[in-house]
């Protein structure tokens, strides 16, 4: 009974054992003896004394999550161009008459140093509020030295030919894949991501902006400050320079959402120049009732399309090109590449076919405009400018 009754009996709570402990060790000899002091943990206030000993410390702060809110810093990037969102299937020269959207940032509110427009962001004027004027001289300038700065001395023959090699799909599955909205802005960063691994990288290009190669090859040369060692249709590879430091890449805002385009003039007209309603409506006829010059596959390669064409002005007046089962905006921006580049007159889009006329006094161009099909650059003095020459 008596084992029973002192099981059931409670322990003696942590608070007394050590209010006997500091009581008996205050009133003990040893203290006055050998100046003995009770460590912290027998303490009758252990949290003060804890809070003593860490009061040295910083507080961590509280966790608190991200707001759209909090005040973001303007990212500054002294790239010498205009951002716009593709580089290629956008035009400097060709203003638009209005906008579908009010002047939102594509960049996102307050995260980039310059003003849009609603169709660019240029470099000049971070203030401007208007669309009109043109590029300043001084960009083109520091364009070229920024480039020549990176590249360096011009590459081998044997240099070139290893760099090919290594990019092959064989041997190297990294690629960049260039479509229908060409080489848009945040391209750019895919581009210097790939740099980090390799000095070269290749390029797929394959949709609309392929009519018109040489602007794209312009464009990449431009805005990247690297250099085109090889191209095999739509297939480039793009060195990135000899003093190319990855450290120091440009700085480069990524757009958060694809900006809506702006409104720009009809491309058919009422009537065509030089003729009147009846004769451009029975034009309209002929065109769709000529044979299909060649069908368009979608998203493949036109890069021939515009000798093409210009070959037949030769024998016909008229020039039908099937394009079944493209968007409207395609089509549309494939007819205005091959109205500056043949040059030529738009007659109509109508069920999804292009019909152009080479006009009254047509005369086909004598210099060579285009590159051709397959280029390797193996020259170590090539550059862009001779092989358009």
């Known amino acids: 009974m008596t084992l029973t009754s002192l099981s059931r009996q409670k322990p003696p709570s942590l608070f007394i054992t050590v ?61 010498p161009f205009d951002f716009r969102f593709s580089y290629t299937e956008s035009s400097p020269t060709v203003r638009p008459i209005g906008l579908r959207e009010p002047k939102y940032s594509p960049f996102g509110p307050g995260r980039l140093d310059r003003e849009w427009t609603g169709v660019c962001a240029p ?10 004027g043109t590029e300043d001289p001084n960009l083109e300038a520091k364009r070229k030295l920024l480039r020549g700065r990176i590249q360096g001395a011009p590459l081998t023959e044997a240099e070139r030919k290893f760099l090919v090699e290594k990019c092959q799909r064989n041997r190297n599955k990294r690629q960049i894949n260039l479509g229908r909205d060409g080489l848009t802005h945040n391209m750019l960063n895919d581009i210097h991501n790939h740099w980090k691994f390799a000095e070269a990288v290749r390029i797929k290009c394959l949709g609309v902006p392929t009519v018109d190669m040489k602007n794209v090859c ?9 250099k085109i060692i090889q191209r095999h249709g739509g297939t480039l590879i793009l060195y990135r320079g000899r003093n190319y430091n990855r450290k120091k890449r440009p700085v480069i805002p990524l757009m958060l959402w694809k900006p809506q385009e702006p409104v720009y003039p009809r491309l058919i007209k009422t009537t065509i120049d ?36 210009r070959d037949a002005f030769v024998v016909s007046e008229l020039v039908h090109i099937d394009c079944t089962g493209f968007e409207r905006s395609d089509y549309k921006k494939i007819g205005c590449k091959l109205r500056d580049l043949v ?43 001779r092989s358009d020459e």
Not at 42 to 58: A, E, M, R, V
């Open 343 to 385: 040059p030529c007159i738009l007659v109509t889009f109508e069920k999804e076919q292009i019909v152009v006329w080479r006009g009254q006094d047509y005369k086909p161009p004598e210099d060579g405009h285009f590159f051709t099909d397959r280029e390797f650059f193996d020259d170590p003095g090539c550059d862009m400018e």
């Open 123 to 132: 470099a000049v004027d971070p203030k401007v509020k208007s669309l009109e």
């Open 218 to 226: 312009t464009q990449l040369e431009d805005k990247t400050f690297g």
């Open 19 to 79: 209010r006997f402990l500091t009581r008996h060790l205050s009133t003990s000899k040893l203290r006055d003896h050998y100046s003995f002091q009770p460590p912290p943990s027998l303490s009758l206030d252990p949290q003060k004394s804890k809070s003593n000993s860490n009061s040295h410390k910083k507080q961590k702060p509280k966790y608190r999550p991200p707001s759209s809110l909090d005040q973001i810093k303007p990212i500054y990037s002294d790239l």
């Open 274 to 309: 030089g003729l009147s309603i009846e004769e451009t409506k029975e034009m309209r006829k002929r065109g769709l009732a000529v044979p299909v010059l060649t069908k368009l596959a979608k998203n493949g390669y036109y890069g021939s399309l515009v000798p093409v064409v």
